[in-house]
């Protein structure tokens, strides 16, 4: 099979965790990786894409992070025909999501977006649909095909032979934009984002209050963990509308979320079903939660969050 393309996102200079998912996804298909990224310098980045089984840079420059992401989708749908790539991916995050339908609509290709498995031989992804109660299976008919994958799909791997890949750079032009990004505002300093967290700490209604949510930062700190919430939470004030998770908020697949003061609502499951163990802190035995948790505690929050953040300070302090 031919290079696998991979769109690589930067995040304050550095590769993010899900680009060497997309890596790992190249080498464990046996695939060689064509790596595209928008920077005035990737030197920084050979050893590193090397040590995932790069064996191409594609460095695009005169594009910045702020630039009009419709100069960078036909830069990149550009790239994707010249190269000949039958298969191209990106991280199903915000930047991908604004980007590949727009790379796709200009190579009429088809694309798959949410990925959280791909076929390459038939051509076929898996996908969550209708807020994750079906995982549908799609073929892809045609050529390229084009694909997102779900951040904390796969675990990263270091390829088997580390490469030396040649980097090839290409000028691009931002022409006309159609739209402009004004400003970039970060997250909550220090945190992890949502969307790439390994662990979540999540607060609901049930938490009574803004000042009450340092409880569940605290659990987060001890366990490296990013801090989410539901919408109720969010609409009452006591969270940032960035730590809202679900339907209209963020999708996340950690391997453990912590749902504390949180009913379950379908909207707020859609956002964090694919989470691998889910615990529920809840009083109330009924809550719809406790029905797709892995492990529930029947219980006041307010009382259990303390208890089991002690606990797992002294389980983290013995790691
Ligand atoms: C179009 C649409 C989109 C939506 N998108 C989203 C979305 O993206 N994300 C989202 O989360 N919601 C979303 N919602 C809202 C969703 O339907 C629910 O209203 C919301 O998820 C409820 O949040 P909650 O579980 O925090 O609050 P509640 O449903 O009020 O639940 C609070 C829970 O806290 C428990 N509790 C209270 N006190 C304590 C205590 N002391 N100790 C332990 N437990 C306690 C209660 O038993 C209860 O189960 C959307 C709704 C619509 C219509």
Sequence with gaps: MSSLGVYIELKEGKVKKTNLELLTLAHQNGRAATAVIFAEEV?????????????????????????????RAQKLAEIIKEQGLS?????HSAHGKDMMPRVAARLEAPLATDCIGIDFEQGVATKPIYAGKVIAQVKLTGEPRLFTLRPNTITPEKAATATTPEVKTVTATVGTPLSQ???????????IDLTEAQIIVSGGRGMKDKDNFKMLEEMADCLGAALGASRAAVDSGYAT???Q?????????????????????????????????????????????????????VGDLFEVVPVLTEEL????KGN
């Design 43 to 71: 030197n920084g980045y050979v050893e590193e894409l090397g040590a995932y089984g790069v064996n191409q840079i594609i460095q695009v420059t005169g594009l910045d992070e702020a630039a009009w992401v419709g100069a």
């Design 241 to 243: 509308q960035d730590m």
């Design 87 to 91: 298969d191209f991916v990106g991280t």
């Design 181 to 191: 990004i004004k400003e970039i505002v970060k997250g909550v300093a220090g945190r």
């Design 245 to 297: 998770v679900g339907q209209t908020g963020k999708t996340v697949n950690p391997v453990l979320y912590i749902a504390c003061g949180i009913s379950g609502a379908i909207q707020h499951f859609a956002g964090m079903k694919t989470s691998k163990v889910i615990v529920a802190v809840n009083k109330d035995p009924e809550a719809p939660i406790f029905k797709k948790a892995d492990f529930g505690i």
């Design 313 to 316: 300070k002294k389980v983290m």
